[in-house]
C-alpha cells in the first residue's frame, strides 16, 4: 500500500485530489505548514493529479512516476516492491575510480535501461568502476539530453520508469559497478514545470541563465529545500544509487547561514552511516573554486566548506583540447600551451585565480598543495564537451589514433578520477549533438532558432566554415545520428583503441604511483614535441625514484626523443601506444642510468 499522499500548496485555499481512472475528486485535508494530505492511501500503480482551487489537474511535484508524459497523471510506486539482489554489495566510492558517463537514450539501439544492462559486461570488462547516467527525470517528449527535466522524482518512461532503473542498479551491482546519477537542481525545463502553482518554488531574488533562481534562502525556502535533499536521498535509499552528480551548483544561488550543497552533504553522510556504504556526490561548477570540496567542518579561505566528495575539473579538458587540436575560441582562449597543460596536470584549475581572458576578470583560486586530486574529475570528452559543438562531433573527427592515446593517457594516468563518454574507448566516430523532442510549437521552433544563433556566436563559422548547417536539435534524424554504433567497436580500429584503454585501466589498477591521488608526487616537464608527465611517491617534497612511472606524451607526427634518468637498474617499457595501436613502437635505450625514449609519432609511452 502507497503511504497517504502529500502535497506542499501553501498559497491555495483548496487542493482536491483527481483519481483519472474513475474521473472522481476527493477535497484533502489541509495540514500545518501548508501541506494537505488525502484521507486515505493509494494502492500501488494508480493514478492521481492534484487540482489547486478548483484549476486543472496537475501532477505531483514529488511524483514517482510519470506514464504518460510530463502533463499527465502522476501514477504511485512501491519502492520497496523490488526483490533487491545487492545485499552482498559493500559500494564504492568515486574517488579515483573509473567513470563512465553514458545517455541512456542513445548508448544502445532501443535506448532504454533494460537494454543498457545488456552492456554492462563491456564496461566490466573495460575495467569501468562507476556507471554514469545522464539525467533521466522525466521531460517534455520523448527524447533530449535530461537536462530539462520537470518530474525531478520520476524516471523517465521513454528509458523505462522507475523499475527498470532498479533493475539497472542491481545488475550493474552484480558485475561490481557502482551507479552515479545526473540530477539537475538549479532549474527547471520549460514544458510541464507546474511547480510554480503549487508554492514559492522559485524567486526573482537571484537569477540564473534559466531566469529566476529556485528558492534557497526566501521565504517558503525550508520547504524547497527539503524537496531537494529529500529527493536526493530517496535515490540513494529506494534506488540503491552510489553517487549523484550535481548539476552546475553555481547555479544553486543561496544566501543562508547553512549553504543547501553542506546540508546535502551533512544529509548524505548521515545516511551513508545508516546504510553502511559509501555514497558520493560530485558537483559540476564553474567557480574553480576548492570550497567546493573543503569539508563542511572546515573553511577554505575563511568561508565553509561545501563537503562535496568531488568536482569536475574542466581546465584539464581544455588544456589537453587545445594543445592537440589547435582550436582557440571563445573559453579556449587562454588554453593551447604544453606548459598549461602541465599546469592543469599538477594544479587542477588552471584558471586559480589569475586573469581569464574569456570572463574578462580574474576567476577561480588555487588548490592546496595537499588536497587529493582524485577530488578533481576529469576528461577528454564528455557530454557537455561534445554535444555543445555545433556539430556534436568528437575529437577522433580530427585526431589520428596516435594523438587519442595521449588523450587517454593523460585522463587515466594523471592525479584525478578519470571519466570516459560513452564510446570514447573505442574511438567511436558518432557525434552527440544536442537533442530535443518538445511538443510545444513555440517552444520547438524556438530552440531551433536558439541553436542556430549560437552557431554565430561561438565563432564555430571559423572551425567548420560559414555555409555548415547545424542540426535541428528538433529533427528526430539529429537524434538517431547521435546513437552509439557498436559495430565500430568491432572493427581492427576500434579493437585496438578499446585494446589500448584496457590497458591504461589496468595500468591504474596495478601501479599505485598512478591511482595515487598524492598531486605533490606529480611533475610535469615539457620538451621539444613531447610532456613527460612523472607518477611517484613523495619524500621531502620531491618525487622518489624508486616505484615512479614515467609516460612520455608525444604530441608530433615525427621522431620525439626525450631522456628519462632513473637512479638504479633503467626503467623498462610496460606500454607502448604505437605497438598497440599497430604502428612503429617506440624505441629504448638504456645506458649509465638514463634511458632515451624515442617515439616515432604521436602517442605514448609508459616505463617503470
Same mark, same amino acid.
Given at each position: 500500500?502507497?503511504?497517504?499522499?502529500?502535497?506542499?500548496?501553501?498559497?491555495?485555499?483548496?487542493?482536491?485530489?483527481?483519481?483519472?481512472?474513475?474521473?472522481?475528486?476527493?477535497?484533502?485535508?489541509?495540514?500545518?505548514?501548508?501541506?494537505?494530505?488525502?484521507?486515505?492511501?493509494?494502492?500501488?500503480?494508480?493514478?492521481?493529479?492534484?487540482?489547486?482551487?478548483?484549476?486543472?489537474?496537475?501532477?505531483?511535484?514529488?511524483?514517482?512516476?510519470?506514464?504518460?508524459?510530463?502533463?499527465?497523471?502522476?501514477?504511485?510506486?512501491?519502492?520497496?516492491?523490488?526483490?533487491?539482489?545487492?545485499?552482498?554489495?559493500?559500494?564504492?566510492?568515486?574517488?579515483?575510480?573509473?567513470?563512465?558517463?553514458?545517455?541512456?537514450?542513445?548508448?544502445?539501439?532501443?535506448?532504454?535501461?533494460?537494454?543498457?544492462?545488456?552492456?554492462?559486461?563491456?564496461?566490466?570488462?573495460?575495467?569501468?568502476?562507476?556507471?554514469?547516467?545522464?539525467?533521466?527525470?522525466?521531460?517534455?517528449?520523448?527524447?533530449?539530453?535530461?537536462?530539462?527535466?520537470?518530474?525531478?522524482?520520476?524516471?523517465?518512461?521513454?528509458?523505462?520508469?522507475?523499475?527498470?532503473?532498479?533493475?539497472?542498479?542491481?545488475?550493474?551491482?552484480?558485475?561490481?559497478?557502482?551507479?552515479?546519477?545526473?540530477?539537475?537542481?538549479?532549474?527547471?525545463?520549460?514544458?510541464?514545470?507546474?511547480?510554480?502553482?503549487?508554492?514559492?518554488?522559485?524567486?526573482?531574488?537571484?537569477?540564473?541563465?534559466?531566469?529566476?533562481?529556485?528558492?534557497?534562502?526566501?521565504?517558503?525556502?525550508?520547504?524547497?529545500?527539503?524537496?531537494? %535533499?529529500?529527493?536526493?536521498?530517496?535515490?540513494?535509499?529506494?534506488?540503491?544509487?552510489?553517487?549523484?552528480?550535481?548539476?552546475?551548483?553555481?547555479?544553486?544561488?543561496?544566501?543562508?547561514?547553512?549553504?543547501?550543497?553542506?546540508?546535502?552533504?551533512?544529509?548524505?553522510?548521515?545516511?551513508?552511516?545508516?546504510?553502511?556504504?559509501?555514497?558520493?556526490?560530485?558537483?559540476?561548477?564553474?567557480?574553480?573554486?576548492?570550497?567546493?570540496?573543503?569539508?563542511?567542518?572546515?573553511?577554505?579561505?575563511?568561508?565553509?566548506?561545501?563537503?562535496?566528495?568531488?568536482?569536475?575539473?574542466?581546465?584539464?579538458?581544455?588544456?589537453?583540447?587545445?594543445?592537440?587540436?589547435?582550436?582557440?575560441?571563445?573559453?579556449?582562449?587562454?588554453?593551447?600551451?604544453?606548459?598549461?597543460?602541465?599546469?592543469?596536470?599538477?594544479?587542477?584549475?588552471?584558471?586559480?585565480?589569475?586573469?581569464?581572458?574569456?570572463?574578462?576578470?580574474?576567476?577561480?583560486?588555487?588548490?592546496?598543495?595537499?588536497?587529493?586530486?582524485?577530488?578533481?574529475?576529469?576528461?577528454?570528452?564528455?557530454?557537455?564537451?561534445?554535444?555543445?559543438?555545433?556539430?556534436?562531433?568528437?575529437?577522433?573527427?580530427?585526431?589520428?589514433?596516435?594523438?587519442?592515446?595521449?588523450?587517454?593517457?593523460?585522463?587515466?594516468?594523471?592525479?584525478?578520477?578519470?571519466?570516459?563518454?560513452?564510446?570514447?574507448?573505442?574511438?567511436?566516430?558518432?557525434?552527440?549533438?544536442?537533442?530535443?523532442?518538445?511538443?510545444?510549437?513555440?517552444?520547438?521552433?524556438? %530552440?531551433?532558432?536558439?541553436?542556430?544563433?549560437?552557431?554565430?556566436?561561438?565563432?564555430?563559422?571559423?572551425?567548420?566554415?560559414?555555409?555548415?548547417?547545424?542540426?535541428?536539435?528538433?529533427?528526430?534524424?539529429?537524434?538517431?545520428?547521435?546513437?552509439?554504433?557498436?559495430?565500430?567497436?568491432?572493427?581492427?580500429?576500434?579493437?585496438?583503441?578499446?585494446?589500448?584503454?584496457?590497458?591504461?585501466?589496468?595500468?591504474?589498477?596495478?601501479?599505485?604511483?598512478?591511482?595515487?591521488?598524492?598531486?605533490?608526487?606529480?611533475?610535469?616537464?615539457?620538451?621539444?614535441?613531447?610532456?613527460?608527465?612523472?607518477?611517484?611517491?613523495?619524500?621531502?617534497?620531491?618525487?622518489?625514484?624508486?616505484?615512479?612511472?614515467?609516460?612520455?606524451?608525444?604530441?608530433?607526427?615525427?621522431?620525439?626523443?626525450?631522456?628519462?634518468?632513473?637512479?638504479?637498474?633503467?626503467?623498462?617499457?610496460?606500454?607502448?601506444?604505437?605497438?598497440?595501436?599497430?604502428?612503429?613502437?617506440?624505441?629504448?635505450?638504456?645506458?649509465?642510468?638514463?634511458?632515451?625514449?624515442?617515439?616515432?609519432?604521436?602517442? %605514448?609511452?609508459?616505463?617503470?
Amino acid at each position: 500500500m502507497t503511504p497517504t499522499l502529500r502535497v506542499w500548496a501553501p498559497r491555495v485555499s483548496r487542493v482536491d485530489l483527481f483519481l483519472p481512472t474513475s474521473g472522481s475528486t476527493e477535497p484533502m485535508t489541509a495540514d500545518d505548514g501548508g501541506w494537505w494530505s488525502t484521507p486515505r492511501p493509494l494502492l500501488p500503480g494508480t493514478d492521481y493529479a492534484f487540482s489547486l482551487d478548483g484549476g486543472p489537474p496537475r501532477p505531483d511535484p514529488r511524483s514517482p512516476w510519470q506514464p504518460v508524459g510530463v502533463h499527465g497523471p502522476s501514477r504511485t510506486f512501491d519502492a520497496a516492491a523490488h526483490p533487491w539482489a545487492d545485499a552482498a554489495w559493500a559500494g564504492r566510492d568515486v574517488l579515483g575510480a573509473v567513470t563512465y558517463e553514458l545517455h541512456v537514450g542513445t548508448f544502445t539501439p532501443e535506448g532504454t535501461l533494460d537494454a543498457a544492462v545488456g552492456r554492462l559486461d563491456h564496461l566490466a570488462d573495460l575495467g569501468v568502476d562507476v556507471v554514469e547516467l545522464m539525467p533521466l527525470a522525466a521531460f517534455g517528449g520523448h527524447h533530449g539530453w535530461g537536462y530539462d527535466g520537470v518530474a525531478l522524482w520520476a524516471v523517465h518512461e521513454s528509458y523505462g520508469g522507475p523499475s527498470a532503473l532498479q533493475r539497472f542498479v542491481d545488475a550493474a551491482h552484480a558485475r561490481g559497478l557502482a551507479v552515479c546519477l545526473d540530477v539537475v537542481d538549479n532549474h527547471l525545463g520549460p514544458s510541464g514545470n507546474y511547480l510554480a502553482e503549487f508554492g514559492p518554488y522559485f524567486t526573482d531574488r537571484h537569477h540564473t541563465p534559466w531566469g529566476a533562481a529556485v528558492n534557497l534562502d526566501g521565504d517558503g525556502a525550508a520547504e524547497v529545500r527539503a524537496f531537494v %535533499i529529500e529527493k536526493a536521498l530517496r535515490w540513494f535509499r529506494d534506488f540503491h544509487v552510489d553517487a549523484l552528480r550535481l548539476d552546475a551548483v553555481h547555479a544553486l544561488v543561496d544566501d543562508s547561514p547553512q549553504h543547501l550543497l553542506a546540508e546535502l552533504s551533512d544529509a548524505v553522510a548521515t545516511l551513508a552511516k545508516e546504510v553502511g556504504r559509501p555514497l558520493s556526490l560530485v558537483a559540476e561548477s564553474d567557480a574553480n573554486d576548492p570550497r567546493t570540496v573543503t569539508p563542511t567542518g572546515e573553511a577554505f579561505q575563511g568561508r565553509p566548506g561545501y563537503g562535496m566528495t568531488a568536482q569536475w575539473a574542466d581546465d584539464v579538458h581544455h588544456a589537453l583540447h587545445t594543445l592537440l587540436t589547435g582550436e582557440r575560441h571563445g573559453y579556449y582562449d587562454d588554453f593551447g600551451a604544453p606548459e598549461t597543460l602541465a599546469k592543469a596536470l599538477t594544479g587542477a584549475f588552471v584558471h586559480d585565480g589569475g586573469w581569464s581572458t574569456f570572463r574578462d576578470k580574474p576567476w577561480g583560486a588555487p588548490v592546496p598543495p595537499g588536497l587529493d586530486g582524485r577530488r578533481f574529475v576529469v576528461c577528454s570528452q564528455n557530454h557537455d564537451q561534445v554535444g555543445n559543438r555545433a556539430l556534436g562531433d568528437r575529437p577522433s573527427r580530427v585526431l589520428a589514433p596516435g594523438a587519442l592515446a595521449v588523450s587517454a593517457a593523460v585522463v587515466l594516468l594523471g592525479p584525478f578520477t578519470p571519466m570516459l563518454f560513452m564510446g570514447e574507448e573505442w574511438g567511436a566516430t558518432t557525434p552527440f549533438l544536442y537533442f530535443s523532442d518538445h511538443e510545444e510549437p513555440e517552444l520547438a521552433a524556438a %530552440i531551433s532558432r536558439g541553436r542556430a544563433r549560437e552557431f554565430g556566436g561561438h565563432g564555430w563559422a571559423e572551425l567548420y566554415g560559414a555555409d555548415v548547417t547545424v542540426p535541428d536539435p528538433q529533427a528526430r534524424e539529429t537524434f538517431e545520428a547521435s546513437r552509439l554504433d557498436w559495430a565500430e567497436a568491432r572493427s581492427d580500429d576500434g579493437r585496438r583503441m578499446l585494446g589500448l584503454y584496457r590497458a591504461l585501466v589496468r595500468l591504474r589498477r596495478t601501479e599505485p604511483a598512478i591511482a595515487s591521488g598524492d598531486r605533490r608526487a606529480t611533475t610535469v616537464r615539457v620538451e621539444d614535441g613531447a610532456v613527460v608527465l612523472t607518477r611517484g611517491a613523495v619524500e621531502g617534497g620531491a618525487v622518489e625514484r624508486g616505484g615512479r612511472v614515467d609516460v612520455v606524451l608525444a604530441l608530433e607526427e615525427r621522431p620525439v626523443s626525450v631522456v628519462v634518468e632513473h637512479d638504479g637498474e633503467p626503467p623498462r617499457l610496460v606500454l607502448d601506444s604505437a605497438a598497440v595501436l599497430g604502428t612503429d613502437p617506440a624505441a629504448v635505450e638504456s645506458r649509465l642510468g638514463a634511458t632515451t625514449v624515442t617515439v616515432r609519432g604521436a602517442g %605514448i609511452a609508459v616505463l617503470r
